[in-house]
Every structure is written in structure tokens, then in C-alpha cells.
């Protein structure tokens, strides 16, 4: 098992950044597909950012393409989401999610799919207003 810690959301005004931080713990040995997921009231969870761990392979959603990227810190066992210009539309409560995988993932929108994900930390909240 794995467990997972956000952190780094906040409040900023529109063309602001936010820099969140997902540390994990428990068994980060194996390889990982790793999700950022974000949600907002009377919404669907939505996929926003993948990355495999083995590889370090990544996919944006194009919802944030050219603004969000997805990094790791492989030494701390941390996944970073860096959000740029945000806007008002990315306000969400922000998970990050990983499930075991093993190399067996497809890099596109098929790997965001929630149901697929096993471990989830309890949300961040991003707030963006104008």
C-alpha cells in the first residue's frame, strides 16, 4: 500500500501559480501510476496530469496543457503539480492518486481514469479568483 499527503493549495488571483506537492509513503518501491485529479462542486472528478514512475513518462490533459506540468522528486517521493496563469475554471478541490501498473499504462487520456486508481490523499483546495 501507499499512502498519499497533498499540500501547497491555496488562494491566488487569476495569472497567479500554485506549486502542489503529493508525498508518498508505504510501499514506493514498486512502480506507480501516478494521477492528479481535480474536482469541483457538482462536477466530475476530471484527470489533469499522469506520470509512470519507471520512466518518468508523463500526459497532459489538454484542459491545462502549456500551463500545468507534473514533475517528481524521486529521492523524496514527492509529485509536484506546477500550475501557471491560472484561472477562475480551475478552481477544484486537487487529489493526487496512484495506482501499481508496471510499466502496463498507455499515455493519453485513457490513463486518467478515476475508477482505475487505487490510493488517493484527502485533497488540497485551489481557489482562483478575479
Known amino acids: 500500500q501507499v499512502q498519499l499527503v497533498e499540500s501547497g493549495g491555496g488562494s491566488v488571483q487569476v495569472g497567479g501559480s500554485l506549486r502542489l506537492s503529493c508525498a508518498a509513503s508505504?510501499?514506493?518501491?514498486?512502480?506507480?501510476?501516478m494521477g492528479w485529479f481535480r474536482q469541483a462542486p457538482a462536477k466530475e472528478r476530471e484527470g489533469v496530469t499522469f506520470?509512470?514512475?519507471?520512466?518518468?513518462?508523463?500526459y497532459v490533459a489538454d484542459s491545462v496543457a502549456g500551463r500545468f506540468t507534473v514533475s517528481r522528486d524521486n529521492a523524496k517521493n514527492i509529485l509536484y503539480l506546477q500550475m501557471n496563469r491560472l484561472k477562475p475554471e480551475d478552481t477544484a478541490m486537487y487529489y493526487c492518486a496512484a495506482r501499481p501498473c508496471d510499466g502496463r499504462y498507455t499515455l493519453g487520456r485513457g490513463s486518467l481514469q478515476p475508477a482505475d486508481y487505487v490510493y488517493w490523499g484527502q485533497g488540497t483546495q485551489v481557489t482562483v479568483s478575479s
Open positions: 506520470l509512470y514512475t519507471g520512466t518518468d513518462s508523463t
Open positions: 508505504g510501499d514506493t518501491y514498486r512502480n506507480y501510476c
